[in-house]
């Protein structure tokens, strides 16, 4: 079956720790993105890439990083510099040739204390 | 890319058509409109999109009005299941790739 994975669904940790938030997909897409969403908000863009081994900031960077090492992974680091980082964070990934068709995983839900 | 007005929420009955509208009137010549929907605590799936003819696919149909400033998403015969938040975003064809605003969209309740 052809699909974005993330791992884990539900992810714990105290405050000041960097957390590594897993994304993967097998559907040969070129583009993968990661988005944030807070309650009762919209989704909003953390990072994307289009290419491997090249990545852009998207509207709220500041606190997380990326690494796109191979075309199937683009994994998603927390930071302890990002200050509110209690989310649902959910990864995509698009075609090349129709990169407004976003394909979500099933999202990881974050929660420091 | 363009903005977009959408209503908070919306209900229907089950087996009946759901038709929601969105508002993008300052959309320029080359923006598309696409359609996503969010069950809750899952992510978004892309539903259609359109730039200026209407669409049709299995899931829903996609009306764009003659002057492009508006555009309804129609569920022909709606299920329980249909009940998510939909997000009417405005895309130009250039724009940077990952550039999808989801705004608050609309919540449709579907009931029985």
């Known amino acids: 079956d052809g699909g974005i994975t993330q791992s884990p669904k539900y992810l714990f940790r105290k405050e000041g720790q960097n957390v590594t938030l897993s994304c993967e997909q097998n559907l040969n897409h070129d583009a993968m993105y990661w988005y944030r969403q807070d309650p009762g908000q919209g989704l909003r863009l953390i990072y994307y890439?289009?290419?491997?081994?090249?990545?852009q900031k998207g509207d709220i960077a500041e606190g997380y990083s990326v690494s796109r090492e191979k075309k199937e992974s683009f994994p998603l680091t927390v930071t302890s510099a990002q200050k509110n980082p209690t989310a649902f964070y959910l990864c995509?990934?698009?075609?090349?040739?129709?990169?407004?068709?976003?394909?979500f995983g099933p999202g990881t839900r974050l929660t420091v204390t | 890319d363009a903005k977009t007005t959408q209503p908070t929420s919306m209900d229907c009955a089950e087996g009946r058509a759901a038709n929601l509208p969105c508002n993008h009137s300052t959309i320029s010549g080359n923006e598309y409109v696409y359609w996503y929907r969010q069950i809750h605590s899952q992510g978004p799936q892309y539903i259609i999109h359109g730039l200026k003819n209407n669409e049709t696919n299995e899931m829903a149909s996609l009306i764009i009005t003659e002057d492009r400033k508006s555009s309804t998403l129609i569920l022909p015969h709606a299920t329980l299941r249909d009940t998510a938040v939909y997000y009417c975003?405005?895309?130009?064809?250039?724009?940077?790739?990952?550039?999808?605003?989801f705004g608050r969209g609309t919540q449709l309740t579907v009931w029985p």
């Open positions: 995509a990934s698009s075609p090349g040739q129709t990169p407004g068709e976003q394909y």
């Open positions: 975003i405005v895309r130009g064809r250039g724009s940077t790739l990952g550039r999808l605003y």
């Open positions: 890439s289009q290419i491997v081994n090249d990545f």
